[in-house]
């Protein structure tokens, strides 16, 4: 959706600040005045500033240098600029944006200013073409070799590392082949070592997630003798922290539990490297919001490929079925069997039951303690990959919230369809039409 223009902007600032005085250096509402109005006008100044790229993104960074999160302090900051506004005598947008944008920097100075850390994280991977980087706001992720980067790994300090980690956990075994393995190079942006940490490793779950669908859409791993086993063998085990080129330290993953051949090098070949690349390019081009969904998916996709027990994997998949469906935000589980239906319907009807009976098969192992087969998780992984598909082809174009309302609407049979069509013509009919105004009692 379009930003108002300018002038669109003052008419709401200044429609703001008549209904407002100020009283011990704070706006209060006069008492004529609705707070109703002076709400919903607020509310949609909000609204309106956050479609403005350049001001979405600084608030964005100012809640990362800060660690923000609540939606509510972009109330706050907001009435800070009209208090000051309103204090000055200042009343259009341009002037608004000048000591918002003051306001901003002021607070990012008062906190701990970031660093840039390195990790580097050996994957057992080999690749026959270049992959693209994976950028966002605070991080880029790259495939490195270890030829690169050999003298920035301090062997010793490594190897001091890893012996640490064992006697802290006997059952920790690391077997990393380094001069096989390909490097996943991520630059982080942050205030701690611990913050990076985290950050790298969910961008770490992003791309194996994008590479296990990739190379595995469509298709799974059956084991007919003895333990079941994952779906896409990648194992990422240690994770080493630079700052510049000095070495600082080793993080040790979970995996580091099971016992890992050092021989296990997955090849990923020259005909995975369109739609690998196209899969990259399409998250670095999406807003904030989409990337955001996209990791959640990915990174849930990718711990159920990797994971080798079957009932976890199955609940890290479906997990990631949760995103890519929107009922996470939507809050309605039951949502799901009724969108995966509604996109399986026409390709194999017969998806349509199967996603009805995964979605008993995880309530009856929630509840009653039911048993999950590799079978169930194998069909799940398939449903995962075609709403992925459908997510990435038919819905590229899309918002997020425009997403949430073509899955609602697909679930709809086709008279519901049109009873809502004449529904939205009437509303646009009645915003041409009507010229009322709300008045408050």
């Known amino acids: 959706m379009e930003k108002l223009p300018d002038n669109e902007m003052s008419k709401i600032i200044n429609k703001i600040l008549d209904l407002t005085y100020i009283h011990e250096n704070k706006l209060e509402i006069r008492k004529d005045k609705s707070l109703f109005e002076f709400e919903t006008y607020l509310s949609l100044l909000n609204y ?26 972009n109330f706050e900051l907001i009435l800070d600029v009209l208090t000051e506004l309103k204090t000055k005598n200042l009343n259009n947008y341009n002037e608004f944006k000048n000591i918002l944008d003051l306001k901003i920097k002021s607070l990012k100075s ?14 057992n991977l ?16 790259e495939i490195v070799k270890y030829r690169k980067i050999k003298g920035i790994i301090n062997q010793p300090k490594l190897n001091e590392s890893i012996k640490k980690a064992h006697e802290i956990d006997p059952q920790c075994e690391i077997n990393v082949n380094f001069d096989e393995s390909e490097f996943l190079k991520i630059t982080v942006n942050s205030q701690t070592d611990a913050h990076a940490c985290l950050t790298a490793r969910k961008i770490q779950n992003l791309f194996i997630g994008m590479v296990a ?29 630079t700052i510049g080129t000095q070495f600082v330290t080793v993080f040790v993953g979970d ?27 399409f998250y670095n081009s999406k807003r904030p919001d989409i990337q955001k969904k996209l990791e959640e998916i990915f990174t849930n996709y990718a711990c159920g ?7 976890d994997s199955f609940f890290n998949l479906w997990v990631a079925l949760e995103r890519a469906t929107m009922v996470s935000d939507i809050g309605k589980h039951d949502m799901i069997p009724k969108i995966s239906k509604a996109l399986f319907n026409e390709r194999n009807p017969l998806y349509a039951h199967v996603i009805e009976n995964l979605y008993t098969v995880r309530n009856n192992f929630i509840h009653e303690g039911g048993s999950i ?34 899955y609602e609407y697909l679930t709809k049979n086709g008279n519901n369809l049109e009873n809502i069509q004449k529904t ?13 105004e709300i008045s408050e009692k």
């Open 110 to 123: 008062e906190f701990k200013q970031y660093t840039l850390y390195e990790m580097y994280i050996p994957l």
């Open 255 to 281: 995996i580091t539990r099971k016992r890992i051949p050092k021989d296990c090098i997955i090849p990923i070949e020259k005909f995975y490297e369109t739609e690998l690349n196209y899969l990259i390019q």
């Open 305 to 311: 490929v990797y994971q080798d027990k079957k009932t």
């Open 424 to 436: 939205i013509e009437h509303v646009i009919e009645l915003k041409k039409n009507w010229k009322g």
């Open 373 to 406: 087969s590799q079978y169930d998780r194998n069909a799940l992984k398939y449903c995962v990959d075609n709403l992925i598909e459908f997510l990435i082809k038919e819905l590229n174009s899309y918002s997020l919230n425009e997403i949430k309302t073509i």
């Open 213 to 241: 669908y990739v190379i595995t859409k469509n298709s799974s791993y059956r084991t007919l003798k003895g333990p079941t086993e994952a779906i896409f063998p990648i194992y990422p085990q240690i994770m080493i922290e």
């Open 48 to 73: 309106e500033l956050l479609k403005d790229e350049n001001i979405s993104k600084k608030i964005t960074d100012l809640k990362y240098c800060t660690m923000i999160s609540s939606d509510i302090n």
């Open 126 to 141: 080999k690749t026959e073409f270049t992959i693209e980087k994976i950028k966002c706001r605070n991080f880029c992720a």
